[in-house]
């Protein structure tokens, strides 16, 4: 079945250390992925995506992610936290950057920043 | 102003009754879609629209309608709301090729 797991539903960093989150996919396709953000009582915004090419993707906010599709990963990344980042992280997958009815998402990631 | 946006972004409704949620983008975008956000279950599609006469039912259309009045302008309907409606409603639009899709703030929606 095609899915999209992020197994860590909540994590907290302190301001200024890196983060890691984790998005693993089962997909039978060659999968199209996405990292989106929601910060509180807002609506979601790409932060990047990964259609092909290079598998390390540079996106808005000074986050990158590497696909790897040996590991089935898109994990998101970020060198140093900053207070502003507290947010609901969403992975999704889907088949072509066409087809968004067809994207499966992640439950979320929802980050705290320690000052 | 919002490139995509929602109204109302707050409502509180009984059940039974009939309550529509609108969206209005000025992304130009043909795209059109409705989410629904639910605690622990993420994002989940309830309608889609790729032009002004074509709507699709996403996976979770049930007790759910929608109207596409323009290519601007994309609403919810709920017919006979009921508790288990209560959520966040998401609004959400994307070009010709796909790719990005740009949401809207959120309508939350309670039935009691």
């Known amino acids: 079945a095609q899915s999209v797991t992020q197994p860590d539903i909540h994590i907290t960093v302190s301001e200024g250390a890196s983060l890691e989150l984790r998005c693993n996919y089962s997909?039978?396709?060659?999968?199209?992925l996405f990292w989106y953000v929601q910060s509180p009582g807002q609506g979601l915004q790409l932060l990047l995506k990964?259609?092909?090419?290079d598998t390390l993707v540079q996106g808005i906010k000074g986050f990158e992610a590497e696909f790897k599709r040996s590991q089935s990963s898109f994990n998101l990344r970020k060198p140093s936290v900053h207070w502003s980042d507290a947010a609901e992280y969403f992975c999704?997958?889907?088949?072509?950057?066409?087809?968004?009815?067809?994207?499966?998402w992640g439950l979320g990631t929802s980050l705290a920043v320690n000052p | 102003d919002a490139d995509v946006t929602q109204t109302p972004r707050n409502r509180i409704t009984k059940t039974g009754k009939r309550i529509m949620l609108e969206c209005s983008q000025t992304?130009?975008?043909?795209?059109m879609y409705w989410y629904r956000q639910d605690p622990g279950l993420g994002l989940r599609l309830i309608y889609y629209?790729?032009?002004?006469?074509?709507?699709n039912k996403g996976e979770i259309s049930d007790g759910y309608s929608v109207s596409r009045q323009a290519q601007a302008k994309f609403s919810l309907s709920l017919e006979s709301a009921i508790p288990n409606q209560t959520a966040l409603y998401f609004c959400?639009?994307?070009?010709?090729?796909?790719?990005?899709?740009?949401f809207g703030e959120g309508s939350r929606l309670t039935v009691l």
């Open positions: 990964y259609f092909s090419g």
């Open positions: 629209s790729f032009d002004v006469k074509d709507i």
């Open positions: 959400a639009t994307s070009g010709k090729q796909g790719g990005e899709l740009f």
């Open positions: 997909y039978g396709a060659t999968p199209y």
């Open positions: 992304k130009g975008h043909d795209r």
């Open positions: 999704a997958v889907g088949s072509n950057a066409g087809n968004n009815r067809k994207l499966i």
